[in-house]
Nanobody, 125 residues
Framework: QVDLVESGGGLVQPGGSLRLSCEASGLPVEDLIIGWFRQAPGKGREGVSCISVRDGTGYIDSVKGRFTISLDRGKNEVALQMNSLKPEDTGVYYC???????????????????WGQGTQVTVAS
């Protein structure tokens, strides 16, 4: 069993930054694939970024160059640094963990077995 707790969401103006954290318990993060997903109002859940020790990092095209995912073994957490935020980045951000693989450019939510409760990110002026 893996438990995930997200933190760091909030309201930010366009062009601003936020840092999300996903704290894991139950297994070391280096044994997992960790992904970040988001869900905007009225839309489906979209994969944003992933990381694993084996596969490295992956990002969807719309966030490449703006978002950076990182893993901290000491804290057993994964962070998502989000810069140059846009209104279309608004949504509930979920951390997820699985054992499949981290692919660059695409995340399948069916590959992830454990999910956090989500944290709201709102980008608005």
């Amino acid at each position: 069993q893996v438990d995930l707790v997200e933190s760091g969401g909030g309201l930010v103006q366009p062009g601003g930054s936020l840092r999300l954290s996903c704290e894991a318990s139950g297994l070391p993060v280096e044994d997992l694939i960790i992904g970040w997903f988001r869900q905007a109002p009225g839309k489906g859940r979209e994969g944003v970024s992933c990381i694993s020790v084996r596969d490295g990092t992956g990002y969807i095209d719309s966030v490449k160059g703006r978002f950076t995912i990182s893993l901290d073994r000491g804290k057993n957490e994964v962070a998502l640094q989000m810069n140059s935020l846009k209104p279309e980045d608004t949504g509930v951000y979920y951390c997820a963990a699985g054992f499949e693989a981290c692919y660059n450019g695409y995340l399948d939510k069916d590959d992830y077995d454990y999910w956090g409760q989500g944290t709201q990110v709102t980008v608005a002026s």
